[in-house]
């Protein structure tokens, strides 16, 4: 089954500490994506990559941090120095270029 | 500024009536829009995008450079096309950027 898979889908996370969150792709896409989803704010880009080993920061990559040493996998990590994390992650891939975004499921982070 | 907006949080209307959801975007080289919907327990998906000109599900959008629009419409509402609907701006370089979203609600 082809696609973009994140997991896990819920993740409780004491404040202070780290936590990571996994989105891969089979779909041989060369660019990945990680946004925010807040409500009434719509979805805000954190990092995105359009080749391995390269990546930039988003409108908000403050807290955040990203690698990408596979195509297939861009992991995600909140850390604790990001204010206040508690929110819906998605990840997207596509093919690059102007070609449309393939979503995940979803993280939804919580932090206690 | 590169920026989407959507000036709708929720929009309501009944079943059979037209729809227009707005959009305008700042951008000041050539872009490239589309419109993504996530309908309820499902992942966000492409519904459209200005460069196809196509119809999906019985929506159309018109970039309108001269406004700097992108309003997606539909002439008869459906019940099944409740929906978040969001407008997204793509850029060179790979980015992304969509507005906050409008919510659709078509009622019986």
């Known amino acids: 089954d082809g696609g973009i898979t994140q997991s896990p ?12 969150l996994s ?14 989803q807040d409500p009434g704010q719509g979805l805000r880009l954190i990092y995105y990559s359009h080749i391995v080993n390269d990546f930039q920061k988003g409108d908000i990559a403050e807290g955040y941090s990203v690698s990408r040493e596979k195509k297939e996998s861009f992991p995600l990590t909140v850390t604790s120095a ?25 993280t939804r982070l919580t932090v206690v | 500024a590169q920026r989407v907006t959507q000036p709708e949080k929720l929009l309501s209307v009944f079943k059979g009536a037209p729809v227009e959801l707005k959009c305008n975007y700042s951008y000041s080289g050539s872009p490239e829009l589309f419109w993504y919907v996530q309908y309820s327990r499902q992942r966000l998906q492409l519904l459209l995008r200005h ?34 609907y969001y407008c997204a701006l793509m850029t060179g370089g790979f980015k992304t950027i969509f507005g906050a979203g409008t919510r659709l609600f078509v009622k019986a």
């Open chain 1, 82 to 106: 990001q204010k206040n994390p508690t929110a819906f992650y998605l990840c997207a891939s596509s093919m690059g270029g102007k070609a449309e975004a393939f979503f995940g499921q979803g």
């Open chain 1, 23 to 36: 989105c891969e792709q089979n779909l041989n896409h060369d660019a990945m994506y990680w946004y925010r």
């Open chain 2, 51 to 84: 460069i196809s000109r196509e119809s999906i599900k019985g929506f159309t959008a018109d970039l309108n450079k001269g406004e700097t629009s992108f309003h997606l419409k539909k002439p008869f509402a459906q019940e099944e096309d409740s929906a978040m």
């Open chain 1, 9 to 20: 889908k819920y993740l409780f996370r004491k404040e202070g500490q780290n936590v990571t």
